[in-house]
């Protein structure tokens, strides 16, 4: 056997399945309010409004709004309360971070000739967060189902004889191997094997059935989960007003996608005589993807009312996964106590796919009350079941995937609704964010109440916001065997300040 396996000495291999689930397609779908703090503060109701470097990103007919060149940038400082729910039991962490959010500038030419109907004409560029995955939260809980499962469902149907180690072999030899032979499911079943979580009913080769070797009734489960990362777009801008009633323009956005996930599996309590028992399960996971969309939006004047429309293409995201693991059992061994510790120091690098985002479409209205104060409000729908997976191969796994989608996810549909009241060179804002969440199988909302005030300095201004939103998702522990749900709500408060120049 040892003479079938062809031996490697680098540091990672290259598979050809991808390595993302459901869960993180959940995180790569949500969005935030991370824009300037005047976007912040009226709850991103900006459709048909414009005259904001946020704005220019929701609808890219807003730049020729704008009367004067500006440049500016937002710093927001966040708190993140997240509290889990599995089986029953809550436990809540709580996080903070801070980040530059936003920067971006427009580009203001008036047209002087008199006979042109392109009154004013602007470039623009934006670059701000669509939603950042930094969360430290921990699922805890009793349940009846364990660990062992998960390695029976990848270990059924494997021939036995790819999971022992043979002379002269290492567990990071034989694991890199069958990755590039042989693929996920069989790390997986090897890991399980190699940690004595299960066995083959008959130690022969062919062997195709296992057994767990884990007694129980009801196991503690505990998963600590570090997330970090973001989803970031950059909008190149052009818009033109028309006729001094018509604001027209397009994006070509670029996306940045990167995305790192270290989670900790802890499972107790077995029966005091189980073979096996303590069981610890480490995944890595780290996303990396560049990719593209487009938009086209306007904005029609009609006295002191404002009407938008504004439509995001699907956004094209080309992405390279990578994953590490290593596992612990413990084990009674002729009355010695022994920690087994499988750990192969492998990184196993998939080949690249592409995620589809689904296409989106806002319609704005606002109403302008002199130069005291607007009220705007924004509705934008987006079918979250047409996300899809795919790479120039074809992949069975990725068209499953797609399919879950289909079944998991709906029409995402945002209300926005802002308002802004100036005193002299001071203006105060508020808003409201109502967004029904992707997944079919969750009822509540994820909302956000919104406030700020704005300081008009003449060639600059400063403005400042308060955000509050919560948010719910609910994820799998594991994607096979132990695929239990748990639920994750976050109560997210942050504060921004934006300072903008007047070129």
Not at 276 to 302: P, R, T
């Amino acid at each position: 056997m040892y003479s079938l396996r062809i031996l490697f000495v680098s540091f990672f291999i290259t598979q050809s399945p991808v390595c993302q689930t459901i869960n993180d397609i959940n995180y790569f779908l949500g969005s935030e309010l991370n824009g300037t703090a005047r976007y912040n503060s009226m709850a991103g109701a900006f459709g048909a409004l414009g005259g904001d470097l946020t704005s220019i990103s929701i609808n890219p007919a807003g730049s020729s709004v704008f009367l004067f060149s500006e440049i500016g940038g937002t710093l927001t400082r966040k708190n993140k309360a997240v509290e889990s729910s599995y089986f029953g039991n809550s436990v809540n962490k709580t996080d903070n971070n801070q980040k530059f959010d936003q920067i971006g500038a427009v580009f203001v030419f008036n047209n002087t000739n008199s006979e042109s109907p392109w009154t004013r004409v602007s470039a623009g560029i934006n670059s701000h967060r669509i939603s950042k995955f930094d969360q430290n939260s921990r699922v805890k809980g009793f349940n009846t189902t364990g660990v062992d499962n998960y390695f029976l469902y990848f270990a059924d149907g494997l021939a036995f004889e790819n999971l022992p180690l043979y002379d002269g072999e290492t567990v990071s030899e034989v694991y890199r191997i069958l990755g590039e032979e042989n693929g996920f499911a069989a790390q997986q079943a090897f890991l399980g094997y190699q940690a004595y979580i299960i066995n083959p009913l008959n130690f022969a080769d062919g062997e195709t059935k296992y057994n767990s070797n884990v007694e129980y009734a009801k196991v503690d489960h505990k998963l600590d989960i570090l997330s970090n990362g973001l989803h970031r777009k950059t909008a190149l801008n052009f818009s033109a007003l028309y006729d001094d009633v018509l604001h027209i323009g397009v994006n070509l956005n670029f996306h940045k996608l990167e995305y790192h996930s270290n989670q900790n599996f802890l499972e107790t309590n077995q029966y005091s005589d189980s073979p096996v028992y303590n069981i610890g399960f480490k995944n890595d996971v780290s996303s990396f993807g560049n990719g593209f969309s487009g938009q086209f939006g306007a904005i029609l004047k009609l006295k002191k009312l404002r009407l938008g429309f504004a439509y995001d293409s699907p956004q094209y995201i080309e992405l390279v996964d990578e994953t590490e693991q290593s596992l612990t059992s413990t084990y009674l061994d002729q009355g010695i106590i022994i920690k087994e510790t499988i750990d192969p120091g492998v990184l196993n690098l998939y080949d690249s796919y592409q995620l589809n985002l689904p296409s989106k479409s806002t319609l704005s209205m606002a109403y302008i009350f002199g130069v005291t104060g607007l009220i705007s409000l924004d509705y934008s729908t987006q079918n979250a079941a047409n996300t899809f997976l795919t790479n120039s191969e074809g992949s069975e796994y990725l068209n499953e995937l797609s399919n879950m989608f289909i079944n998991s996810f709906e029409s995402i549909q945002t209300l926005r609704i802002g308002g802004e009241y100036r005193i002299k060179n001071i203006s105060l804002r508020a808003g409201f964010l109502n967004r029904n969440n992707a997944q079919k199988d969750i009822n509540d909302s994820d909302q956000a109440i919104t406030f700020g005030i704005g300081f008009d300095l003449g060639s600059n201004s400063m403005n400042l916001s308060f955000v509050q939103l919560s948010e719910n998702k609910k994820f799998n522990v594991f994607s096979e065997g132990l695929n239990d749900p748990y639920t994750l709500s976050n109560t997210i408060t942050q504060v921004s300040i934006s300072y903008n120049i007047k070129l």
